[in-house]
């Protein structure tokens, strides 16, 4: 699978390396069981600290698509589904939305409310 | 090999036009001294002719003048033909010094025994009388490998020439500042078993038989079971593969000894005889199936190869790199500026 950062970007480095495994779970590239390099050895490759790295292990571990297990690194959860991964993107896209219009975390979570009450 | 021009090798045999002659030079001169042994020896051999000695120098083998001459005839033509196709295939071209070197060896090989039996039979009374003493099995032995070496100085080194321009090999688009990694893991677990069983086998041996043949049993073990699951990564530092298993990097190609990478199909058996890691004479690789692979060509002329899924991301990322390489090999003053397209 291919991650990328650009330090150019307004994104936290941690989320682009959140979003590098994201994509690559949505498209289908890679599939559940399947491990992602060590923290350490990622963080050399693109030449980020390597708590950067495990602050986006850490983002896509709460998202329920990997699995963070000592001595065994990082692996992706057999939850992890192309839609499921999808689904963070589109929360992804949401976010960045709101957070354009100037809305507060507060209020774009009363925004899914207000979606959810419908149903 | 550092230009911004370097792409894709094309090896040309034909770049050095002596050579096809340099190949088969040896072998003239072999028939025409086994041609000259005879025309001075004829009449005085005996018929049949001791063509075969034991360690003593006594014969113990014996053929017809006619019979012997024709086989030694047949055997000589038949690696001269051999030699100068190969040394003219393309596909051998990046080793056709070794060709060229190996066939001067072979035809002192096969053309001085030839000539020592028929001189050793010619001042025998008769063939029982015949000697061949060990040392001129030693000379001869020798004289095979000094005609090796003369026939590798006079080949000359492999020319290598980076021609077509890499312009048309696929990129990733990577923007100015921008880091990219591509990993992949590929692994076979039915060599990661015999790794496995090796080493339970080296521990008993190690009780059993004595420590060394443990020891011997233990180290190809651990070596089959380094490959047997690897970690395939391209970044900023070049191509790396890595034991999954025993979390060693056990082999690392930087940007500077690279014209290419292309991601192609990659056939084990005929590409390499089998899987594993392997080194050929004009590629080595990891190879654990057939099918995709990532492919480095070298500047050395030589391929670098690893099976493994997705390589033509890989590919792109590598040659994306190589750009950046390049662009800040040509311009060390300014080296933030952005990667230049092609070369």
């Known amino acids: ?119 | 090999m550092k230009s911004a021009k370097s792409g894709p090798r094309s090896v040309l045999p034909s770049t050095r036009p002596l050579r096809p002659w340099i190949a088969v030079f040896p072998f003239l001169i072999a028939l025409l001294a086994i041609a000259g042994v005879l025309n001075g020896v004829s009449g005085r051999l005996p018929d049949p002719l001791a063509t075969h000695f034991g360690p003593d120098g006594k014969p113990d083998g014996y053929s017809s003048i006619r019979g012997f001459l024709t086989a030694s005839l047949a055997a000589l033509l038949l690696i001269a033909v051999g030699s100068g196709v190969l040394a003219q295939l393309r596909r051998t071209a990046p080793v056709t010094r070794w060709v060229i070197s190996a066939g001067w060896g072979a035809a002192v090989m096969f053309a001085l025994p030839v000539c020592l039996t028929l001189l050793a039979n010619a001042h025998a009374r008769d063939a029982d009388a015949v000697r061949f003493p060990m040392w001129q099995v030693a000379a001869w032995l020798g004289a095979a490998v000094l005609a090796g070496g003369l026939g590798w100085l006079l080949a000359g080194p492999d020319t290598r020439t980076a021609t077509a321009p890499s312009d048309g090999a696929p990129r990733l688009a990577l923007a100015e500042g921008e880091s990219a990694v591509w990993s992949h893991t590929v692994s076979s677990p039915l060599l990661a078993l015999l790794g496995a069983l090796m080493l339970g086998a080296g521990v008993l041996l190690g009780f059993l038989d004595g420590w060394l043949t443990g020891a011997i049993l233990l180290v190809s073990a651990l070596a089959v079971i380094a490959v047997g699951s690897v970690r395939v990564t391209v970044d900023r530092r070049g191509l790396r593969l890595a034991s999954t298993l025993l979390g060693v990097r056990f082999r690392c190609v930087p940007f500077d000894r690279v014209t290419e990478a292309v991601g192609r199909q990659v056939q084990i058996a005929a590409e390499f005889g089998g899987w594993g890691y392997r080194v050929r004479p004009d590629r080595t690789g990891l190879v654990l199936r057939s099918g995709e692979g990532l492919v480095l060509r070298l500047t050395s002329g030589r391929e670098f190869v690893v099976t493994v899924d997705d390589a033509a991301t890989g590919a792109a990322l590598f040659n994306a790199y190589l750009d950046r390489a390049r662009t800040r090999q040509n311009s060390p003053q300014d080296s933030r500026r952005s990667p230049r397209q092609g070369g």
């Open chain 1, 1 to 119: 699978m291919l991650f990328r950062v650009d330090p150019g970007s307004a994104v936290p480095l941690g989320d682009q390396i959140a979003a590098s495994v994201r994509g690559a779970i949505a498209d289908g590239s890679v599939h559940a069981g399947e491990r992602l390099p060590a923290a350490r050895e990622l963080a050399a490759s693109l030449g980020v600290n390597v708590h950067t790295v495990l602050r986006g292990y850490q983002r896509l571990k709460e998202e329920g698509l990997i699995e963070l297990r000592r001595g065994r690194g990082a692996v992706v959860t057999g939850a992890a589904s192309p839609g499921r991964a999808r689904l963070g993107e589109a929360a992804e896209r949401l976010i960045a939305e709101a957070r354009k219009l100037g809305l507060s975390d507060e209020e774009i979570v009363r925004v899914v409310r207000t979606g959810l009450a419908g149903r």
